[in-house]
């Protein structure tokens, strides 16, 4: 979008959170696991400005309750021109962003954020973390074109809980990843090359590619040693397989699974959950193998049941799929709770499913956080409304959504 003759531009862009549908702890042995995108989503919005002054970047992410603003002219001089990895010859291109030097690019920002905030260490982590992101992709891709860049102000909205398994972090780095570029095709808008179109109102294929990518380097600045799962399901949206050692793979499937995403409000933390189920297969590797095959082997049928599901065949019995995936999500979480990860709440919030005839499972590392109520289409609205009423007493968070919808999308 074009604002008025002084060429400055506002770019707004969304992504969605993510959650495991199946394939928690199994895939840390080398088994497939299946993210779907949730219908919870982040925006960002970013705006060119005059500035009278000097030119600055403003930030508000009132999600980290961060408010900053970061002088322009040397931001540009200190961190542009990010370099490439050692033993790659030529100029670093923000069209590879696997390609740049990580860890000598992320020192630049680091060693630049100490200088011009003393006190940056003070930061809450993600705020810290927040703020190294944006410097990481806005110089990485800025500073690998000759383009001039103006004063802006950048805002995050998040319906997404930070810290609770639905991929806050990976939505936020997608959103920002997706609008830098976005503000550089349409600044580019002159000569820019075929491999974009400038008629297109989303992004195409090769530009999430990219997206993902630079989401994925955000994701190492999170969280040291990420799977890529979280960042490619919200850039591509729908269905992500994931196994260990591979690249996860965006499953075409076009679905909308509605939901209830109730809160345990028990906290948990991922590392603990893992150290549990690797000492219990210490003790009983036989048992615990052929849990690991069984969690497996639900979450490649479950995905089977949802090609069905989503081809839009006459002949499909849209009740007899929906009734198996009820008995997978059933199944995945009672070998969850065989390998000691659930909790008294999440089993007080699927007994409360259950009594309505409805199937829940945790999702993630599980000891608390997230369960999932699948509300098959012919469920009636009362009884979703007497188990949210129900939930809600007994002091559970709940939203109704959706699986399944759109990755990164710009909002026109």
């Not at 497939?32 to 919005?45: D, E, H, K, N, Q």
């Not at 990485?140 to 103006?150: A, D, E, N, Q, R």
């Amino acid at each position: 979008m074009l604002n008025g003759i002084d060429n400055l531009y506002t770019v707004s862009v969304s992504a969605p959170g993510k959650v495991i549908l199946h394939g928690e702890h199994s895939v840390v042995y080398g088994k497939t696991a299946v993210a779907v995108s949730l219908g919870l989503r982040s925006s960002i919005v970013i705006k060119e400005v005059n500035c009278h002054v000097e030119p600055t970047i403003r930030i508000h992410l009132p999600c980290v309750g961060l408010e900053e603003t970061l002088p322009l002219e040397p931001t540009v001089r200190i961190l542009f021109h990010p370099k490439l990895e050692p033993g790659i010859t030529g100029k670093f291109s923000w069209r590879l962003p696997d390609k740049i030097d990580h860890e000598s690019h992320l020192r630049r920002v680091d060693e630049f954020l100490h200088q011009i905030r003393p006190n940056f260490d003070a930061l809450q982590n993600n705020q810290k973390n927040s703020l190294r992101s944006f410097l990481y992709v806005f110089s990485g891709i800025f500073g690998s074109t000759t383009l001039p860049v103006k004063s802006m102000e950048i805002s995050l909205g998040s319906e997404l809980t930070i810290g609770a398994g639905t991929g806050s972090s990976a939505s936020f780095a997608v959103c920002l990843a997706g609008a830098l570029i976005q503000l550089l095709k349409l600044k580019m808008s002159t000569g820019f090359d075929a491999f974009y179109d400038q008629t297109s109102e989303d992004f195409n294929m090769n530009e999430r590619e990219i997206i993902s990518e630079w989401a994925y380097n955000c994701e190492r600045i999170m969280h040291g040693i990420p799977s890529g799962i979280d960042n490619a399901t919200c850039t591509f949206g729908s269905l992500v397989s994931f196994k260990k050692g591979s690249k996860p793979r965006h499953l075409d499937i076009k679905m909308d699974l509605r939901v209830l995403l109730v809160d345990s409000r028990v906290s948990r933390e991922t590392r603990a959950q893992v150290l549990k189920v690797a000492v219990l297969r210490q003790r009983n590797t036989a048992a615990v193998d052929h849990i690991l095959d069984a969690c497996d082997h639900v979450a490649h049928t479950a995905t089977q049941v949802l090609e069905k599901l989503s081809s839009g065949k006459c002949e499909i019995n849209m009740e007899a799929e929906y009734q198996h995936l009820a008995e997978l999500w059933d199944m995945n979480h009672c070998l969850l709770a065989a390998l000691g990860v659930s909790h008294p709440a999440l089993e007080a919030i699927r007994g409360a499913a259950r009594a309505k005839g409805l199937a829940c499972k945790l999702t993630g590392a599980g000891g608390g956080g997230y369960a999932m109520v699948l509300i098959p289409p012919s469920t009636p609205r009362s009884t979703v409304d007497s188990l949210t009423g129900q939930l809600l007493e007994n002091g559970f968070r709940v939203k109704e959504t959706r699986l399944g919808g759109p990755g990164v999308s710009i909002e026109m």
